[in-house]
């Protein structure tokens, strides 16, 4: 296993930095580790303890939240405290942005390594970092690192990250969908202490600060940061006056030991095997038009869980992630889905996790490529693909079933940036936060929740409108969720929305665009649920909306307002929007779970009359049949699904099924049973055989492909944003016609075999 002090900043490419075992730390002779932890401490004070350490990440937060009093701390949340072990590992992260914190372990570890015999590490210091291949999602996400000393001893660390207003680069807001390099982005600063003795090293912080267009901003993030740290150091220090440091480092081991022993719980019940996933990134730099293969597999062996991204496309232009990126990325879904009942407490799973990506490629890029805009594009393309691979494991286990998600959120976000001059002649620059509004996607059983948030920041909000207009100088002119937008199935997505706005009070505005999922969606769908909807810029130039408004007439859609429609790249750069451009959004929604075919009419004609789902989507795609008054013909709705299964079956096709006891269900619609004394496949409805566990079941299946566009009602013509073709699979079962599972895919891309199962006999 690489050690963190084998990899200088400037070398740092993507090796494998995953759990790191203290005692292989190499650790300054200078720096006193306190190590000793109190082995018998009694139930209702390791509660009390434990309770008022995760309550320390809540303060800290709010703390920072309160001083900043930016829109991405205050709405987005975009920021995330941690605490950790005197060694590194992990006691608990916030509920906040997590992916900020998925790196903070390595990070420490590097510090440790790093800065032990100069600068040194003592009582009063604090560390400033945002190098993204020593830890940061991008150079935005700024770290600032604490060590906790008790008596001469380091104790502990507490850490934050925030989403900084500027730290420079050839774009304002330090987004750069532009830049080739990371010498065209904002300011890349290893571990530097920028805090010593408790006073702040004004040298270290003007050289921070010059390089922003911000720097009073800034400035007063920096401070929330500190004021977040320094809250939670007093606190900590006040629990070990009160209950002994023994006492207190004793609750975070058994944390840690708990979370581990209940992680490995989850693993035992599970079979080894391997589960993949694909999807497509688009749009590296202005004028790219392709589409780039993104791969994640999970392997689990034993005990061990091992991720890796071969197969992944190389990094190219400006949407790429450091190995820091990817990690952090798909800690969020693991410790969601497999750490959750810990209270965020992934130390423990840690230890039995590998991460193991192709170093050079868009999610694990070497230095010095381009990252910042890693978050809204190659971060999010490796987190969300994350929950399907995890979940299609966890299915295998009846109790664990019941915690899966489809993907939700914005799996690609829609980046729109602004700047200009405001409504009080100041300079600004930002990024729309609305999508943070998101939608979470469908469960095993149950609907996804519509604009629902993020589910890697849990307790995310979408900002008052009011608040928008008081930042920046736009005036709303509508926001409202989108009928069709979530992904069909048996269990449906939650729905995403759509903002409109023009400038107000500016002369202008100058715009650029930052997205990817615009051509082909990536919040797919599970186990034979559709995908939601794909993410769209909608842009009328010299539109009659002043005229409108002198009529006391405000749009309800942007294609009631007549003018010239203008189509927007995805990386379009400084284009004007004027007070008569009119400027809509829309983000992508949750992923539908299980065949549509399956859901109840009802809950269908419900959905009708909650503007959730239209009349065409419930006959086309649902096979629902509703009458004027939209209530659903049962009989009608039960004659075309069984016409349209039996269409998908080939005429005389002779198919092998197997007989006796349902071993398991592999996938909502695929069992497990034994055929000649080995572990088969079969469809869960009629028990046709689809071969091995070990194989691809979808060679056995019948396959449909067609346009990407019948997925979902609001995917569009591709050729708008790329060259090359996506395409929607559908994989039948070849006895009853039942949907198996869908694939979105490039054309010609083989068929994927996402799940592998070592099924014993």
């Known amino acids: 296993?690489?050690?963190?002090?084998?990899?200088?900043?400037?070398?740092?490419?993507?090796?494998?930095?995953?759990?790191?075992?203290?005692?292989?730390?190499?650790?300054?002779?200078?720096?006193?580790?306190?190590?000793?932890?109190?082995?018998?401490?009694?139930?209702?004070?390791?509660?009390?303890?434990?309770?008022?350490?995760?309550?320390?990440?809540?303060?800290?937060?709010?703390?920072?939240?309160?001083?900043?009093?930016?829109?991405?701390a205050m709405y987005a949340l975009d920021l995330n405290p941690s605490i950790l072990t005197e060694d590194g590992e992990f006691v608990y992260f916030g509920p906040y942005m997590q992916y900020m914190s998925g790196v903070t372990d390595t990070q420490v570890k590097w510090i440790l390594e790093n800065r032990g015999d100069n600068p040194g590490i003592r009582d009063g210091d604090m560390f400033l970092a945002n190098d993204p291949w020593v830890g940061a999602a991008h150079q935005q996400d700024v770290m600032l690192i604490c060590p906790v000393f008790w008596k001469g001893e380091l104790f502990c660390w507490v850490t934050n990250c925030l989403h900084q207003y500027d730290i420079g680069g050839i774009t304002p807001s330090s987004f750069c969908p532009s830049a080739e390099n990371a010498y065209e982005e904002g300011i890349c600063i290893p571990p530097v202490?920028?805090?010593?003795?408790?006073?702040?090293?004004?040298?270290?912080?003007?050289?921070?600060?010059r390089a922003s267009r911000k720097p009073d901003a800034v400035a007063l993030d920096f401070r929330a940061q500190l004021a977040g740290n320094i809250a939670a150091r007093d606190r900590i220090l006040a629990l070990i006056r009160k209950y002994g440091p023994d006492e207190v480092k004793g609750v975070m081991k058994r944390v840690i030991d708990n979370a581990e022993k209940a992680f490995l719980e989850k693993l035992d019940r599970l079979p080894d095997g391997v589960w993949r996933d694909r999807t497509y990134i688009e749009c590296c730099r202005p004028g790219d038009r392709r589409t780039h293969r993104v791969c994640l597999t999970l392997r689990k062996e034993g005990r061990k869980l091992i991720f890796e991204n071969d197969g992944t496309a190389p990094q190219d232009g400006a949407m790429n992630a450091t190995f820091s990126g990817w990690r952090g990325s798909l800690m969020v879904a693991l410790n969601q889905l497999m750490c959750w009942d810990q209270y965020f407490c992934v130390g423990g799973a840690l230890r039995h996790v590998e991460f193991n990506p192709t170093p050079g490629t868009i999610n694990c890029a070497n230095f010095p490529a381009s990252v910042s805009t890693a978050p809204i594009q190659s971060m999010e393309i490796s987190l969300y693909p994350t929950y399907n691979v995890l979940s299609k494991m966890l299915y295998c286990d009846p109790q664990m079933r019941r915690d899966i998600m489809c993907i939700g959120g914005t799996s690609q976000w829609p980046g729109t940036l602004f700047r200009g001059t405001n409504q009080w002649g100041e300079y600004y620059g930002y990024v729309l936060i609305d999508p943070i509004g998101g939608a979470i996607g469908a469960f095993a059983q149950g609907d996804g929740i519509n604009t629902g948030g993020q589910s890697r920041t849990p307790i995310c909000k979408l900002p008052n409108i009011e608040h928008t207009e008081q930042d920046f100088p736009l005036l709303i002119l509508y926001r409202k969720e989108m009928v069709d937008s979530g992904g069909a199935g048996k269990w449906r997505g939650g729905l995403s929305a759509e903002t409109c706005f023009i400038p107000h009070r500016t002369p202008f505005i100058t715009q650029d665009t930052t997205s990817s999922g615009n051509a082909v969606p990536t919040s797919t769908g599970m186990m034979g649920g559709y995908p939601a909807t794909v993410n769209t810029y909608k842009f009328v130039r010299d539109t009659d909306i002043l005229d409108r408004f002198a009529r006391n007439s405000?749009?309800?859609?942007?294609?009631?307002?007549?003018?010239?429609?203008?189509?927007?790249?995805?990386?379009?750069?400084?284009?004007?929007?004027?007070?008569?451009?009119?400027?809509?959004?829309?983000?992508?929604?949750?992923?539908?779970?299980?065949?549509?075919?399956?859901?109840?009419?009802?809950?269908?004609?419900?959905?009708?009359?909650?503007?959730?789902?239209?009349?065409?989507a419930a006959r086309d795609i649902y096979g629902v049949v509703l009458d004027a008054d939209g209530r659903a013909d049962m009989v009608a709705t039960e004659a075309l699904r069984t016409r349209?299964?039996?269409?998908?079956?080939?005429?005389?096709?002779?198919?092998?099924?197997?007989?006796?006891?349902?071993?398991?269900?592999?996938?909502?619609?695929?069992?497990?049973?034994?055929?000649?004394g080995k572990a088969h496949a079969c469809c869960a409805k009629c028990d046709a055989d689809l071969g091995p566990v070990r194989g691809n079941y979808k060679e056995r299946c019948v396959m449909e492909e067609q346009e990407v566009t019948a997925a979902n009602p609001h995917i569009g013509d591709y050729k708008r944003y790329i060259d090359e073709r996506p395409v929607w699979r559908q994989f039948f079962c070849p006895g009853c016609g039942s949907l198996i599972e869908n694939e979105v895919a490039k054309a010609g891309d083989p068929v994927l075999a996402d799940i592998e199962v070592d099924w014993p006999a």
Do not use: C
């Open 1 to 72: 296993m690489t050690k963190i002090s084998d990899i200088a900043p400037e070398k740092l490419d993507g090796k494998n930095m995953g759990y790191v075992p203290p005692r292989k730390l190499r650790i300054s002779r200078k720096l006193k580790l306190h190590t000793r932890s109190g082995r018998k401490i009694d139930p209702i004070t390791f509660e009390v303890i434990r309770h008022a350490l995760w309550h320390v990440n809540e303060e800290h937060g709010a703390t920072i939240q309160r001083v900043s009093g930016s829109p991405v």
């Open 193 to 209: 202490k920028i805090i010593e003795n408790n006073e702040i090293r004004r040298d270290i912080e003007e050289l921070y600060l």
């Open 554 to 616: 405000v749009p309800a859609d942007i294609d009631d307002v007549k003018g010239r429609p203008e189509d927007l790249q995805l990386r379009q750069m400084n284009f004007r929007q004027n007070p008569t451009d009119v400027y809509a959004v829309m983000w992508s929604a949750g992923g539908g779970f299980g065949d549509p075919f399956e859901r109840d009419p009802q809950h269908v004609a419900d959905d009708f009359e909650a503007r959730a789902v239209s009349r065409e």
């Open 644 to 676: 349209r299964r039996a269409a998908r079956v080939k005429t005389g096709a002779k198919v092998a099924r197997l007989s006796g006891e349902r071993l398991a269900l592999l996938t909502d619609n695929l069992a497990i049973k034994r055929s000649r």
